[in-house]
Structures are given as structure tokens and as C-alpha cells.
């Protein structure tokens, strides 16, 4: 601890032990509610900045010669953002670095233990649902396709149903049922936005139509 946190803790000591008994007035009870709340969010901003700082570094692993993040960096800067801001996003989004470097690795286990993390305790549902698909993702390379589409049951918030809806078409064709992989490719694309790039959708679906021919 600090001498200035000494100094503040010394204060606060000082004032509990001047007004700590009059409490049972409102006004002095307001004060404290509001200090206390002030205090709070000035610690939640901190812890911010701390886990902000530590992503940041995490990205600039990827800043090497060749491109690739340096494992044992990755590793050690990711278990200080799980170990000092647990839960949090930030924390949450290191882990799915994490997991990127570990497929690209051929680490497929390691990579779903990072990811299936997430998703049963997802910081947000964004973050839930991105690590939800890169595991159907991982597990489909793993040869999981039944496990992977599982996972995909289920609602998806608008904006991550085409996303969503192509993979399952992907894990379908893994799977051949090309059937249903085509119904799967057509709803990703109904639920793509007029300004989307349909590209490489509408090549998966022209190779299913040319299977069939």
C-alpha cells in the first residue's frame, strides 16, 4: 500500500471513528451512501484501466517480426487478466487470444477449454455468443460436428444469426446432409443486411446446387 492509500485509509479511520455513531441521521447516512458510491466507481474505473492496460499488451504480442503473438507472452498476460479481473470482458476477451493462438498452434483441447469457459459464464452475451460459435467452430474441427451443432441450438440475437446459421450449414455438409446444410445457408443470407457481402455464402451455395445437379 502506498503512503497516500496509508494517508486515506488514516482519514477515513479518522472520520468513522468522528461520525460513525451519529449514522442513524439521514443526512450524514445520505453522505456516506454517496461516498461510498463515489469510492466504488472510482475502483470500478481503476480496475478498468488496469485490465485495459493488460489487453493492450496482449495485442502487442502479435507485433513480432513474423506476425505471431509470442506464446509463453500470451499465456503469462492472459492468466494475470483471469487472475487479477476474473469475469470480466476484458478478461474474457484475452481468453479468446488465448484460444486463437492455441488452434492456430493445432492446440484444438486448449483452445475449447478457453472457450467453453466463456461460454458458461459469459461477461456479456455478445461475448457468450462469439465464443459460442468459434467452439462449434473448434469442435468441428475436432470431428464433433453432432456436439458442435448442439451448441448452435437455440435462438441468436439478430445480429449474429447469419453468422450463426452459416456455420450450422458448414457443420451440416461436414455432416452430408446437404439438405439441411442449403435451408441453413438460406436463412444466413435472409438474415444478412441488404449492404452485406453475400460472396462466400452464395459460393456454398452454388457448390450445394451443383451437388445436386
Not at 166 to 185: I, P
Not at 194 to 207: F, H, M, P, R
Amino acid at each position: 500500500m502506498s503512503s497516500t492509500e496509508d494517508e486515506q485509509l488514516a482519514d477515513l479511520k479518522d472520520w468513522w471513528t468522528r461520525n460513525g455513531k451519529p449514522l442513524v441521521t439521514g443526512g450524514l447516512l445520505a453522505l456516506v451512501i454517496v461516498f461510498g458510491w463515489q469510492a466504488y466507481h472510482k475502483y470500478q474505473s481503476n480496475q478498468s484501466q488496469g485490465a485495459s492496460v493488460l489487453y493492450q499488451q496482449l495485442l502487442e504480442t502479435t507485433l513480432t517480426p513474423d506476425g505471431k503473438p509470442d506464446a509463453a507472452r500470451v499465456a503469462d498476460l492472459a492468466g494475470k487478466l483471469n487472475s487479477e479481473f476474473s469475469g470480466s470482458a476484458y478478461a474474457q476477451y484475452g481468453s479468446l487470444f488465448v484460444a486463437k493462438v492455441a488452434v492456430d498452434s493445432g492446440k484444438l483441447d486448449d483452445a475449447a477449454a478457453e472457450l467453453k469457459a466463456i461460454v458458461e459464464k459469459p461477461a456479456n452475451p455478445a461475448l457468450g455468443e462469439i465464443a459460442r460459435q468459434r467452439l462449434a467452430q473448434v469442435l468441428g474441427a475436432q470431428n464433433k460436428a453432432e456436439d458442435a451443432l448442439k451448441l448452435l441450438d437455440g435462438d441468436a440475437d439478430k445480429a449474429f444469426l447469419a453468422t450463426r446459421e452459416e456455420l450450422k450449414g458448414d457443420l451440416l455438409v461436414q455432416l452430408g446432409r446437404t439438405d439441411d446444410a442449403n435451408k441453413a445457408y438460406q436463412k444466413a443470407k435472409a438474415a444478412l443486411s441488404d449492404e452485406a457481402a453475400v460472396g462466400g455464402l452464395q459460393i456454398k451455395l452454388d457448390d450445394l446446387a451443383k451437388g445436386d445437379a
